[in-house]
T-cell receptor, first 115, second 112 residues
């Protein structure tokens, strides 16, 4: 059964520093992987997704993630944090070719950006 | 194009009262979902629908019922609200053969 683990419920970085949010998945086949962002009092918004094409995926707002099959990871990075990046981030996984199997979400990582 | 909308945005219920949350999407998506979000628990799937007239249970279906009478609407009902159902509820939809989900803005429900 597919599952996803986000390491660290809260990450704090300084403005301008590297952002690294970790996501590891468990799936019987190479999955589809997603990162969503949730700003305060809003719904979730798709940042980027991996669907078995290029392993390095670029998303909105300067974020990117790299699919590493050997490490079963899909970590989210951004070279330089901005105050506006403060939000909650969710990793999600889905097994392809199984219809629209509902996504399985991680528990989320809250990112704080310190001025 | 409004995307996914949810009604109401906020609601306070007393224990034992009932209510219905409405989700509407204008993207002609086949699939719709209801989640609840609680601190430290992430998103948990309550029920979902793979098409008009069909529904299925998710991870935490107890205490909730759903209906999908029209393709664009997905209703979530609480027949007898309990304090444990205090949460933020999100609706989402997705097109067929793709997994990307589009989320509504959420409904904050408090049961006292």
């Amino acid at each position: 059964a597919q599952s996803v683990t986000q390491l660290g419920s809260h990450v704090s970085v300084s403005e301008g520093a590297l952002v690294l949010l970790r996501c590891n998945y468990s799936s019987s086949v190479p999955p589809y992987l997603f990162w969503y962002v949730q700003y305060p009092n809003q719904g979730l918004q798709l940042l980027l997704k991996y669907t078995s094409a290029a392993t390095l995926v670029k998303g909105i707002n300067g974020f990117e993630a790299e699919f590493k099959k050997s490490e079963t990871s899909f970590h989210l990075t951004k070279p330089s944090a901005h105050m506006s990046d403060a939000a909650e981030y969710f990793c999600a996984v889905s097994e392809p070719n199984s219809g629209n199997t509902p996504l399985v979400f991680g528990k989320g990582t809250r990112l704080s950006v310190i001025a | 194009n409004a995307g996914v909308t949810q009604t109401p945005k906020f609601r306070v219920l007393k224990t034992g009262q009932s209510m219905t949350l409405l989700c509407a999407q204008d993207m002609n998506h086949e699939y719709m979902y209801w989640y609840r979000q609680d601190p430290g628990m992430g998103l948990r799937l309550i029920h979902y629908s793979v098409g008009e007239g069909t529904t299925a249970k998710g991870e935490v279906p107890d205490g909730y019922n759903v209906s999908r009478l029209k393709k664009q609407n997905f209703l979530l009902g609480l027949e007898s609200a309990a304090p444990s159902q205090t949460s933020v509820y999100f609706c989402a939809s997705s097109p067929p053969l793709r997994d990307e989900q589009y989320f509504g803005p959420g409904t904050r429900l408090t049961v006292t």
